[in-house]
């Protein structure tokens, strides 16, 4: 299997734009979290779904955070007005219940 | 809510000494999880552990978990130049929670 996959890997923005971030699972994974990561805050989990349903989304800062899963190999993470704040990297990671969480590889997003 | 912390922040660790990390939760947890993420990269994940008291080892990586399920700890013996980075330990209660993490240097 290929991991995680995360795209892109590096998005640069200016404040205001509309931000989307994307993850492919490990095909069989039941589980997908999204995570926000920075020097200030550490890793956050933002939202995590099972079985393609939003569990809990109470790490999601703020309304102009979205996620979805449309299905089991795909997901968003969406940012619209981005501001510069949302700078950091952001990471999808997935797993089976129960079991350990594999991390893709991080987007960097910087916001200007 | 759940909350774990993990202590000291910054580990900075000579070549060939030892070293322990800890985590405490505020709650009980079903289980526990350690990560290590090297500098640029991502957590990758080490160890799982389940039960209370349990201590599993990697090579010269000492886990252990509570006998409360409240606290675990990370030893590593002869520090070496690939320990180098940030290792998290993550809390199974009700919400999975990451602490803080450990951000490991060694000097040669």
């Known amino acids: 299997d290929a991991g995680v996959i995360q795209s892109p890997r590096h998005e640069v923005t200016e404040m205001g734009q509309e931000v989307t971030l994307r993850c492919k699972p490990i095909?069989?994974?039941?589980?997908l979290f999204w995570y926000r990561q920075t020097m200030m805050r550490g890793l956050e989990l933002l939202i995590y779904?099972?079985?393609?349903?939003?569990?809990?989304d109470s790490g999601m800062p703020e309304d102009r955070f979205s996620a979805k899963m449309p299905n089991a190999s795909f997901s968003t993470l969406k940012i619209q007005p981005s501001e510069p704040r949302d700078s950091a990297v952001y990471f999808c990671?997935?797993?089976?219940?129960?079991?350990?969480?594999?991390f893709g590889p991080g987007t960097r997003l910087t916001v200007t | 809510g759940q909350q774990v912390m993990q202590i000291p922040q910054y580990q900075h660790v000579q070549e060939g000494e030892d070293f322990t990390t800890y985590c405490n939760s505020s709650?009980?947890?079903?289980?526990i999880q350690w990560y290590k993420q090297r500098p640029g990269g991502h957590p990758v994940f080490l160890i799982q552990l389940v039960k209370s008291g349990e201590v599993k080892k990697q090579k010269r990586l000492t886990f252990q978990f509570g006998e409360a399920k409240k606290n675990s700890s990370l030893h590593i013996t002869a520090t070496q130049t690939t320990d180098v980075g940030t290792y998290f330990c993550?809390?199974?209660?009700?919400?999975?929670?990451f602490g803080a993490g450990t951000t490991v240097t060694v000097r040669a």
């Open positions: 779904f099972n079985n393609n349903v939003p569990i809990d």
């Open positions: 095909s069989g994974h039941d589980y």
């Open positions: 993550a809390g199974s209660g009700y919400k999975l929670s």
């Open positions: 709650t009980t947890l079903s289980n």
């Open positions: 990671a997935s797993s089976r219940v129960g079991y350990e969480q594999y």
